[in-house]
């Protein structure tokens, strides 16, 4: 069996750091169920690899054919930390988030990255693994006496698709994919709120469906029709009960609506703020139209301020409610872009695929804020210090949230597998110790 | 050997006239030892539905249901069950059976690659199509060799995610055998895997394509692997010279192999039942006995001694009596899912209802791959049970239950109802786009000239293939009349609450 590059790096840290996962005794000392400070996930997914260079990571140094005309880094509320130009809101929060400057896996495929970096699996061993949200739905979601009407692991508003985010878990554990666009009025969540059929109407149809529900009827005491009913109690309940309403954002103040941005980015942040608030433990924003390989800097002059006041807001507004403290807040994509600016036609000024080196965000629910870990050399192309894999970043969170990453999930085939890949499959998760609040290395 | 086929024969012959009966003899037997009375025989408008959804995935169209329940000939459920072996929708509904259970997926984990798909599907779907003869399916499936392109049935192999031959033989255990190797001791796995030791692939200088051969020239060079052993503990030597498939086929397909047919009996009775003689029907070890064991003996010796011909046994179970029970339980008879007291109600599958909800409001669906490559084409009109990839991205499918196919399992298809699911129905824009634009919906309309008495007959008959009792009817009228309500919103609701009940919902 030949050794992947990865694995080779990763050995060769091991013995060079000494790291002590590898020794099994210890390993499962650490087992012990861990104490969770964070209660729910909020995951902004950068479909397609968002710049590293041009947001968390700014190499103003690095010349014209780096940064283009993003050549400033600003200053933050943390000394020290300087974050791109174009993200002058999320400067006024760097207090409450961290930044990974040096997320790595190598990978520079759209499926096969964002496969690992939602679930901490490398691809092609056979086993299809669910991402992060439907480990988090099994372990936090209804088998944990999760009670909301609200699906416990929701997506705003368009599904991932390419993978099964349930993977073996099955389609219990899939996200609820909302659907339409919460900047418009009504916020259309398919099967939630139905455009043009008015609440007089939706009674009277439940009432038609009850008084037509003939073999229903005809056979009382089956468990098939009994568990189809309680599901379209339950449905109704979010219809026309007051469960639904978390998705009525007119509930908030202009003010407040206005702070988050009025695009579908601002409002998925401050709709996922909601429905944290309502206790839903998963809910990821799918944030299109990251993967820039023409004109990239156009594209980032439109969608940086985007980015800039939805998730700056919703640091922000999460700290004034005392829900940041709960609430992980996890930012990145599949990977980062190639720093070396592509002039040439037909990109136009573009940038490709970076699985070498990339940046990840992570604040709130026992994530230190305030610091940067990791670093990237003086263009951004390589890894200059402690390499972070996705596996250690979702280890972390899943520890934070009570999750032990060695715990098993359950495989339709009865194969033991554990959610996080551990030392015995050759490439153990380490954690972020160093951001994480009241954990011990 | 033989002369114990030529006894099976003559036994067979002996009991033609009873055959049809035998299902339902060894059925009451038991329910009558348990003290249960099982319920009567359904309607003709109950079957007609019910035979065209089992058989074809398809609802009956409204003229076919009509002129079946006015037709007063005594044969006409058989002469129904034969006349739809012969439609496409059988094969295709059957087709995507087999593609569930042996992974056809363009990618990820097995990696068949959209080309292949194609000929792969459309290979068993010809199979089912020509009602090839089972023991004739399995071998060609075990043993073809060459470019996945162009022998369609290589894919079996290449379905697998990897090549290790214990990974072959625990496919080709769960697919012929209905047995899972991880419950079997190390010495029996080992035993198996060895007939698929020699298994070579080689790429060809066309994008994606794969060949699937025997080495023989490793065989030669490396010899065969020692110790195979068949799953029943003889064991057997390998040759150099001859592929150990071919051996394993034989042996796996003849008459008196204890795995063979009764794993694919076991299969048919739960597809058509609703649950197998031995649950799950996959699953068959001495520690999960069936319910019925001479039922299961029975039907396995009828497959056999009809030379495998897979229709023979639909045909059984079709035109038994417990097959053509009314689904409406005693109250007694609630909890009775083993005893077969009663047609076991499911709810449609997910191809099964989206192609059955745009057959009746009339519209198609969006499917679309993810892969960027020619042979994703789908046609507007393309039905979801003829999709044959399971990678194909579908929102609705993967709601309802669609197996991801990276298994095999029959448990990966999932029929319970879920909150997301009944929100779906109830109140999407997806659905109710589509009863609102549908052009078949639209056209019962007007063609019922808004009326609302006919509007309602044609609905029920379209949607519940049966006319609305009085009760019905009166509420219908009563609804459409209603004040504020504007007369397509009637009418529209109408569908919309037929479509969401339980006898559109569910096979009964």
Same mark, same amino acid.
């Given at each position: 069996?030949?050794?992947?590059?990865?694995?080779?790096?990763?050995?060769?840290?091991?013995?060079?750091?000494?790291?002590?996962?590898?020794?099994?005794?210890?390993?499962?000392?650490?087992?012990?169920?861990?104490?969770?400070?964070?209660?729910?996930?909020?995951?902004?997914?950068?479909?397609?690899?968002?710049?590293?260079?041009?947001?968390?990571?700014?190499?103003?140094?690095?010349?014209?054919?780096?940064c283009?005309?993003?050549?400033?880094?600003?200053?933050?509320?943390?000394?020290?930390?300087?974050?791109?130009?174009?993200?002058?809101k999320?400067?006024?929060?760097?207090?409450?988030?961290?930044?990974? &400057?040096?997320?790595?896996?190598g990978?520079?495929?759209?499926?096969?990255?964002?496969y690992?970096?939602?679930?901490g699996?490398?691809?092609?061993?056979?086993?299809?693994?669910?991402?992060?949200?439907? =480990?988090?739905?099994?372990?936090?979601?209804?088998?944990?006496?999760?009670?909301?009407?609200?699906?416990?692991?929701? =997506?705003?508003?368009?599904?991932?698709?390419?993978?099964?985010?349930?993977?073996?878990?099955?389609?219990?554990?899939?996200?609820?994919?909302?659907?339409?666009?919460?900047?418009?009025?009504?916020?259309?969540?398919e099967?939630?709120?139905?455009?043009?059929?008015?609440?007089?109407?939706?009674?009277?149809?439940?009432?038609?469906?009850?008084?037509?529900?003939?073999?229903?009827?005809?056979?009382?005491?089956?468990a098939? !029709?009994?568990?189809?009913?309680?599901?379209?109690e339950?449905?109704?309940?979010?219809?026309?009960?007051?469960?639904?309403?978390? !998705?009525?954002?007119?509930?908030?103040?202009?003010?407040?609506?206005?702070?988050?941005? &009025?695009?579908?980015?601002?409002?998925?942040?401050?709709?996922? &703020?909601?429905?944290?608030?309502k206790?839903?433990?998963?809910?990821?924003?799918?944030?299109?139209?990251?993967?820039?390989?023409?004109q990239?800097?156009?594209?980032?002059?439109?969608?940086?301020?985007q980015?800039?006041?939805?998730?700056?807001?919703? !640091?922000?507004?999460?700290?004034?409610?005392?829900?940041?403290?709960?609430?992980?807040?996890?930012?990145?994509?599949?990977?980062?872009?190639?720093?070396?600016?592509?002039?040439?036609?037909?990109?136009?000024?573009?940038?490709?695929?970076f699985?070498?080196?990339?940046?990840?965000?992570?604040?709130?629910?026992? !994530?230190?804020?305030?610091?940067?870990?990791?670093?990237?050399?003086?263009?951004?192309?390589?890894?200059?210090?402690?390499?972070?894999?996705?596996?250690?970043?979702?280890?972390?969170?899943?520890?934070?949230?009570?999750?032990?990453?060695?715990?098993?999930?359950?495989?339709?085939?009865?194969?033991?597998?554990?959610?996080?890949?551990?030392?015995?499959?050759?490439?153990?998760?380490?954690r972020?110790?160093?951001?994480?609040?009241?954990?011990?290395? | 050997?033989?002369?114990?086929?030529?006894?099976?024969?003559?036994?067979?012959?002996?009991?033609?006239?009873?055959?049809?009966?035998?299902?339902?003899?060894?059925?009451?037997?038991?329910?009558?030892?348990?003290?249960?009375?099982?319920?009567?025989?359904?309607?003709?408008?109950?079957?007609?539905?019910?035979?065209?959804?089992?058989m074809?995935?398809?609802?009956?169209?409204?003229?076919?249901?009509?002129?079946?329940?006015e037709?007063?000939?005594?044969?006409?459920?058989?002469?129904l069950?034969?006349?739809?072996?012969?439609?496409?929708?059988?094969?295709?509904?059957?087709?995507?059976?087999?593609?569930?259970?042996?992974?056809?997926?363009?990618?990820?984990?097995?990696?068949?690659?959209?080309?292949?798909?194609?000929?792969?599907?459309?290979?068993?779907?010809?199979?089912?199509?020509d009602?090839?003869?089972?023991?004739?399916?399995?071998?060609?499936?075990?043993?073809?060799?060459?470019?996945?392109?162009?022998?369609p049935?290589?894919?079996?192999?290449?379905?697998?995610?990897?090549?290790?031959?214990?990974?072959?033989?625990?496919?080709?255990a769960?697919?012929?055998?209905?047995?899972r190797?991880?419950?079997?001791?190390?010495?029996?796995?080992?035993?198996?895997?060895?007939?698929?030791?020699?298994?070579?692939?080689?790429?060809?200088?066309?994008?994606?394509?794969?060949?699937?051969?025997?080495?023989?020239?490793?065989?030669?060079?490396?010899?065969?692997?020692?110790?195979?052993?068949?799953?029943?503990?003889?064991?057997?030597?390998?040759?150099p010279?001859?592929?150990?498939?071919?051996?394993?086929?034989?042996?796996?397909?003849?008459?008196?192999?204890?795995?063979?047919?009764?794993?694919?009996?076991?299969?048919?009775?739960?597809?058509?039942?609703?649950?197998?003689?031995?649950?799950?029907?996959?699953?068959?070890?001495?520690?999960?006995?069936?319910?019925?064991?001479p039922?299961?003996?029975w039907?396995?010796?009828?497959?056999?001694?009809?030379?495998?011909?897979l229709?023979?046994?639909?045909?059984?179970?079709?035109?038994?009596?417990?097959?053509?029970?009314?689904?409406?339980?005693?109250?007694?008879?609630?909890?009775?899912?083993?005893?077969?007291?009663?047609?076991?109600?499911?709810?449609?599958?997910?191809?099964?209802?989206?192609?059955?909800?745009?057959?009746?409001?009339?519209?198609?669906?969006?499917?679309?791959?993810?892969?960027?490559?020619?042979?994703?084409?789908?046609?507007?009109?393309?039905?979801?049970?003829a999709?044959?990839?399971?990678?194909?991205?579908?929102?609705?499918?993967?709601?309802?239950?669609?197996?991801?196919?990276?298994?095999?399992?029959?448990?990966?298809?999932?029929?319970?109802?879920s909150?997301?699911?009944?929100?779906?129905?109830?109140?999407?824009?997806?659905?109710?786009?589509?009863?609102?634009?549908?052009?078949?919906?639209?056209?019962?309309?007007?063609?019922?000239?808004?009326?609302?008495?006919?509007i309602?007959?044609?609905?029920?008959?379209?949607?519940?293939?049966?006319?609305?009792?009085?009760?019905?009817?009166?509420?219908?009228?009563?609804?459409?009349?209603?004040?504020?309500?504007?007369?397509?919103?009637g009418?529209?609701?109408?569908?919309?609450?037929?479509?969401?009940?339980?006898?559109?919902?569910?096979?009964?």
């Amino acid at each position: 069996m030949t050794m992947t590059r990865r694995e080779m790096l990763k050995t060769s840290l091991a013995g060079a750091a000494g790291l002590t996962l590898c020794d099994p005794l210890l390993a499962r000392a650490a087992v012990a169920p861990p104490v969770a400070t964070a209660r729910s996930v909020i995951q902004i997914w950068m479909w397609g690899g968002a710049s590293h260079l041009d947001t968390f990571d700014p190499k103003p140094g690095a010349g014209y054919d780096y940064c283009g005309p993003l050549d400033r880094a600003i200053d933050t509320n943390v000394d020290g930390i300087q974050i791109g130009k174009l993200l002058p809101k999320l400067a006024t929060q760097a207090d409450k988030y961290s930044i990974l &400057r040096s997320m790595t896996h190598g990978v520079n495929g759209h499926e096969t990255a964002s496969y690992l970096v939602q679930t901490g699996h490398k691809a092609g061993d056979g086993l299809v693994y669910p991402a992060v949200g439907g =480990v988090v739905s099994y372990f936090k979601g209804h088998n944990a006496g999760y009670k909301g009407l609200i699906p416990p692991y929701i =997506v705003l508003t368009k599904p991932q698709g390419r993978f099964s985010e349930a993977g073996f878990l099955g389609s219990r554990y899939k996200p609820f994919a909302t659907g339409g666009n919460p900047s418009r009025d009504p916020f259309v969540v398919e099967g939630v709120v139905a455009a043009g059929i008015s609440r007089q109407r939706q009674e009277r149809r439940r009432a038609l469906l009850g008084s037509l529900d003939t073999l229903g009827r005809q056979m009382k005491g089956n468990a098939a !029709f009994a568990a189809a009913d309680s599901c379209q109690e339950k449905a109704y309940d979010l219809i026309l009960g007051d469960a639904g309403k978390v !998705f009525d954002l007119t509930e908030e103040s202009d003010e407040v609506r206005d702070r988050y941005g &009025r695009h579908e980015f601002g409002q998925s942040c401050l709709m996922a &703020r909601r429905l944290v608030e309502k206790g839903v433990p998963y809910v990821t924003i799918n944030y299109r139209n990251w993967d820039t390989h023409k004109q990239h800097f156009q594209s980032m002059q439109r969608q940086l301020p985007q980015l800039d006041s939805g998730l700056a807001t919703l !640091f922000e507004d999460l700290g004034e409610r005392g829900l940041l403290d709960s609430t992980i807040v996890w930012w990145g994509g599949e990977f980062g872009r190639t720093p070396k600016i592509q002039w040439d036609p037909p990109w136009n000024g573009g940038r490709g695929h970076f699985g070498k080196v990339f940046s990840s965000v992570v604040g709130g629910g026992g !994530f230190a804020g305030g610091q940067v870990v990791g670093a990237t050399d003086a263009r951004g192309e390589n890894v200059a210090d402690r390499p972070i894999y996705p596996r250690d970043l979702i280890g972390s969170i899943y520890e934070l949230l009570g999750i032990d990453p060695t715990a098993t999930l359950p495989h339709p085939q009865g194969l033991t597998v554990q959610a996080m890949p551990t030392a015995s499959d050759g490439q153990d998760a380490g954690r972020l110790y160093e951001i994480m609040k009241g954990v011990r290395a | 050997m033989w002369s114990c086929l030529f006894s099976l024969c003559v036994l067979a012959a002996a009991a033609l006239p009873l055959r049809a009966n035998e299902i339902d003899r060894l059925v009451s037997a038991k329910l009558n030892a348990e003290g249960r009375t099982p319920a009567a025989r359904c309607s003709d408008a109950v079957f007609v539905r019910r035979i065209y959804l089992d058989m074809t995935g398809r609802l009956p169209p409204l003229w076919v249901a009509r002129q079946f329940t006015e037709n007063k000939r005594a044969n006409k459920r058989v002469a129904l069950i034969n006349q739809l072996f012969k439609q496409d929708a059988f094969a295709d509904y059957w087709a995507m059976k087999w593609c569930d259970i042996l992974r056809v997926k363009a990618e990820f984990p097995s990696k068949l690659w959209p080309n292949a798909v194609q000929a792969y599907q459309r290979w068993l779907t010809d199979a089912v199509h020509d009602n090839m003869p089972y023991d004739q399916f399995a071998r060609e499936l075990l043993t073809a060799s060459g470019s996945n392109f162009r022998e369609p049935a290589v894919n079996f192999f290449r379905a697998v995610p990897d090549h290790e031959p214990a990974s072959l033989a625990s496919t080709v255990a769960l697919t012929f055998m209905g047995q899972r190797t991880d419950n079997w001791p190390r010495a029996r796995r080992d035993g198996m895997a060895a007939f698929f030791a020699r298994l070579g692939y080689k790429g060809t200088a066309e994008w994606k394509e794969e060949v699937v051969f025997f080495d023989l020239p490793r065989a030669l060079k490396e010899g065969m692997p020692a110790g195979a052993v068949f799953p029943d503990g003889t064991p057997q030597e390998l040759l150099p010279e001859v592929d150990p498939r071919l051996v394993f086929a034989e042996w796996l397909v003849a008459p008196d192999n204890p795995y063979f047919a009764r794993a694919m009996v076991n299969r048919v009775w739960a597809w058509l039942i609703g649950r197998g003689l031995v649950h799950e029907a996959d699953d068959l070890r001495a520690d999960n006995p069936p319910s019925h064991p001479p039922l299961l003996d029975w039907l396995a010796k009828e497959l056999v001694a009809h030379d495998y011909d897979l229709r023979h046994v639909y045909r059984l179970i079709l035109n038994s009596d417990t097959y053509q029970r009314s689904c409406v339980h005693s109250a007694a008879n609630a909890d009775d899912a083993r005893g077969f007291s009663h047609y076991l109600v499911r709810r449609l599958e997910a191809e099964v209802l989206i192609d059955a909800i745009n057959q009746v409001a009339g519209g198609s669906e969006r499917y679309t791959s993810e892969i960027p490559e020619p042979f994703t084409f789908i046609p507007p009109q393309q039905r979801a049970v003829a999709l044959g990839d399971g990678s194909i991205t579908s929102p609705f499918l993967d709601m309802f239950g669609r197996p991801p196919r990276d298994t095999g399992l029959e448990s990966e298809r999932n029929n319970d109802p879920s909150d997301t699911q009944r929100l779906h129905l109830l109140n999407s824009t997806h659905i109710q786009n589509k009863l609102q634009r549908g052009w078949a919906l639209r056209q019962l309309m007007k063609r019922a000239k808004w009326r609302p008495e006919p509007i309602i007959n044609q609905l029920y008959l379209t949607m519940l293939s049966r006319p609305p009792n009085a009760g019905e009817l009166k509420v219908g009228m009563d609804y459409m009349a209603q004040e504020g309500l504007k007369r397509h919103e009637g009418a529209l609701d109408l569908a919309w609450a037929l479509l969401n009940s339980k006898e559109f919902l569910y096979r009964h």
